[in-house]
T-cell receptor, first 105, second 118 residues
């Protein structure tokens, strides 16, 4: 099956900093999503982005399907951005292990 | 309304109990999903319903029994669970499906049911 690798596994940043999270996948995919899971467990869909670039406020994402990776950019981090960021791919919605982000005030 | 609701929020049950988890959405979505998530791990897909028919079963033990009574409602019936089944159970929905029965667009997740099996 498809392997999904996310990096870095952990990230600690000061409020206001920018960050880039990466998702690599081992085979071509028709679907890719980025999620944020808050400390209470709620998963929020950030982007559905099988290819191309999308932006939503301080967040943007780019997927280069031919090179099998996706990037999530977070600018001007806020403490509410803390949590785990997952990418999920393929018809069977395979999740990566996530990047745990902690924003310090 | 982009909300998926799940009840109960918390559930504690013994290994001999029978209980059910409930999930509801009113977005007109035709694909619904159950996931299991252990602490500090990613969600793992259990079942997918597409147009009220079971389209994916990820080799889940028979002590978990899904049911989709209508396009808005998804249940997960639990019986004779083991302590290792303790986890966060998440429900999700999406508008479309692929030929394989999986998702084809944005998924919306409920808040989950935190299950403890004693």
């Amino acid at each position: 099956g498809i392997q999904v690798e996310q990096s870095p596994p952990d990230l600690i940043l000061q409020e206001g900093a920018n960050s880039t999270l990466r998702c690599n996948f081992s085979d071509s995919v028709n679907n890719l999503q980025w999620f944020h899971q808050n400390p209470w467990g709620q998963l929020i869909n950030l982007f559905y982005i099988p290819s191309g670039t999308k932006q939503n406020g301080r967040l943007s994402a780019t997927t280069v399907a031919t090179e099998r990776y996706s990037l999530l950019y977070i600018s001007s981090s806020q403490t509410t951005d803390s949590g785990v960021y997952f990418c999920a791919v393929d018809d069977k919605i395979i999740f990566g292990k996530g990047t745990r982000l902690h924003i310090l005030p | 309304d982009t909300e998926v609701t799940q009840t109960p929020k918390h559930l504690v049950m013994g290994m001999t109990n029978k209980k059910s988890l409930k999930c509801e959405q009113h977005m007109g979505h035709r694909a619904m999903y159950w996931y299991k998530q252990k602490a500090k791990k990613p969600p793992e897909l259990m079942f997918v319903y597409s147009y009220e028919k079971l389209s994916i079963n990820e080799s889940v033990p028979s002590r978990f029994s899904p049911e989709c009574p209508n396009s808005s409602l998804l249940n997960l019936h639990l019986h004779a669970l083991q302590p290792e089944d303790s986890a966060l159970y998440l429900c999700a929905s999406s508008q479309g499906r692929t030929l394989a029965g999986g998702f084809s667009d944005t998924q919306y997740f409920g808040p989950g049911t935190r299950l403890t099996v004693l």
